[in-house]
């Protein structure tokens, strides 16, 4: 399967919305760095973000913490048919289960579709959006970088 | 055994696969035969559950039919919307609310080409911002990942998979309503060689895309035995609702299916072993397999290998989706009202060529969104 490895899982057609909750967590995107919601009574770690922590039921504790950017890949599928004419095909998405606990839905990219297991460590990498703003999409870990 | 004190006395499809006509005109099809075949008719009718019809489903339907209903459910939960009308309407049919309700469901999605592979957009979910940047076909990308863990946890293959789709083509030979009715059996190299969607589903474990519907007519077992019909008493109901984000559940195989379907056995005072005839969401072959695991019928992860063996299709020891389900008969984008109108139809002994002997008690169990919600009916030949 031919591929052209940084086409993968292009999304620059679409500009995700944002709002009043989740504007710092695009903010942070501009830096790269991807957050992660955390609660100061409870400790919880979730993602998406939302108003509520899941596991204390507590609206005021919510704050954010940098993701290391290390994760697994839960399962995945090979899309061949595109979601949107923006999209090259073969793309992967993945849930990948971050090393803080929640599992991000996001492409694995610059990897040949055939090539992708469940189990694979990942890193972050980013794609930058036309707005300034940037995907986090991963990479399965080289060996030399392990 | 225990029961509800609520039968279903009548059922119908509307027009299937290409019709080009209207969802107006499809779903009064399928309520005026429901009612026909139950013997009422519309002025009986006090409670109505739909959705997919408009934003204002149930008021849309009373102003169409000329009714004032004293009770109406529009839930939208997906195709097991209509198992879990079915739980409501015997509600309300017990507690006093309503006395005649009919169940009811149409789409001309293939006529009116209005599918789309991305799923519907709402830009002010979550899902806008976390999810579709990513491109997921929605709902089958999910699915295809929930094949892909359960390929990986229990080593499954496409093979094993395809067997599902097989077996549903060969009841669809038997049923002449059936959209695959006359397309000749299929083999599991078909399906494994059919067209690549989203790893490692392709389109021969994908349902079909059709226009249809039908309805049921509820009422209670005692004015039922006044009725034409053998009546069918609705034995039991359970349900379960969880995500509707990609990445919320922890485990994508915990789908809470199980809790659905082992709630409604609790509450018939049944075990699996009493159930003669299945019919079980299968938007994707996979949906079935896992509905058989909720249901008990094999252990998790063992379904593959219970598929495997034919059991599944005509003659096998567990009848399965009788009408083709699905995947070879008719999907028209919520499927659930179709599992209950073929499990009415089994248990009075109505199928023809594709009648199970002996059925008193079957099962309907859908699947909606993205496994996100899940409910069970069961009904037994009323006594």
Redesign the interface.
């Known amino acids: 399967m031919s591929v052209s490895l940084k086409q993968v899982g292009a999304g620059e057609g679409y500009l995700p919305p944002s709002d009043d909750l989740t504007l710092p967590w695009w903010d942070a995107t501009r830096e790269h760095r991807l957050l992660l919601q955390t609660c100061a009574a409870c400790r919880s770690v979730q993602h998406y973000p939302r108003y509520v922590c899941l596991g204390c039921g507590s609206t005021g504790h919510l704050g954010w913490e940098e993701s290391s950017g290390r994760g697994v890949i839960d399962t995945f599928t090979v899309v061949h048919r595109a979601a949107r004419p923006d999209l090259e095909v073969p793309y992967v998405v993945a849930r990948i289960r971050l090393a803080e606990g929640p599992v991000i839905l996001s492409n694995v990219i610059d990897v040949r579709p055939d090539d992708v297991e469940s189990g694979a460590l990942v890193v972050l990498e980013w794609r930058d959006l036309s707005d300034g703003r940037a995907l986090p999409v991963f990479v399965v870990e080289s060996e030399d970088a392990a | 055994m225990t029961s509800t004190s609520v039968a279903i006395v009548g059922v119908a499809e509307c027009d299937l696969g290409v019709t080009n006509k209207s969802v107006l005109e499809l779903q009064t099809q399928a309520v005026t035969r429901a009612l026909a075949d139950s013997g009422l008719s519309l002025a009986d009718v006090d409670g109505i559950a739909t959705n997919n019809v408009a934003r204002f489903s149930t008021t849309t339907m009373a102003d169409y039919l000329g009714i004032r209903p004293s009770w109406v459910d529009s839930s939208f939960l997906g195709g097991s919307a209509f198992e879990t009308y079915v739980a409501r309407a015997v509600q309300a049919i017990e507690s006093g609310q309503a006395s005649v309700v009919v169940v009811s469901y149409a789409s001309n999605q293939r006529s009116a080409k209005s599918r789309s ?3 519907v957009h709402e ?2 979910l ?1 899902e ?11 709902p089958l ?1 999910y699915y ?3 094949a ?2 359960y390929f ?1 946890r229990y080593g499954a293959t496409r093979e094993q998979l395809a067997e599902v789709a097989v077996a549903a083509r060969d009841w669809a030979l038997l049923n002449p309503k059936a959209f695959r009715y006359e397309s000749g059996p299929l083999t599991v190299d078909d399906v494994v060689s059919s ?7 392709a389109a021969g474990d994908c349902c079909l895309v059709t226009d249809g519907g039908g309805a049921i007519v509820l009422t209670s077992s005692a004015r039922a035995r006044d009725l034409a019909n053998k009546p069918v008493r609705v034995l039991g109901y359970g349900e379960s609702t969880g995500h509707s ?6 485990d ?1 195989l915990d789908t809470g299916a199980a809790n659905s379907a082992q709630a409604a056995l609790a509450r018939a005072g049944l075990s699996t072993s009493d159930i003669d005839v299945i019919q079980v969401y299968d938007s994707f072959t996979i949906t079935a397999l896992l509905s058989l695991e909720a249901l008990g019928f094999c252990g998790p992860g063992e379904a593959a290998d219970f598929a495997a063996e034919g059991r599944l299709r005509p003659g096998g020891s567990l009848p399965f989706n009788t009408s083709g389900g699905g995947l070879s008969y008719c999907h028209p984008g919520q499927f659930g009202i179709l599992l209950l109108v073929e499990a009415v139809r089994q248990l009075r002994g109505e199928c023809g060529a594709r009648q199970v002997a002996n059925a008193e008690v079957a099962v309907a169990h859908g699947t909606g969104g993205i496994l996100s919600h899940h409910s069970t009916v069961l009904l037994g030949v009323d006594r």
């Open positions: 592979l991305g799923g830009e002010h979550p806008a911002q976390f999810e579709t940047p990513y491109g997921p076909l929605y990308s295809a990942m929930a892909q863990a990986d067209t690549m969607i989203s790893t490692p589903l984000a990609m990445a919320s559940r922890s994508i």
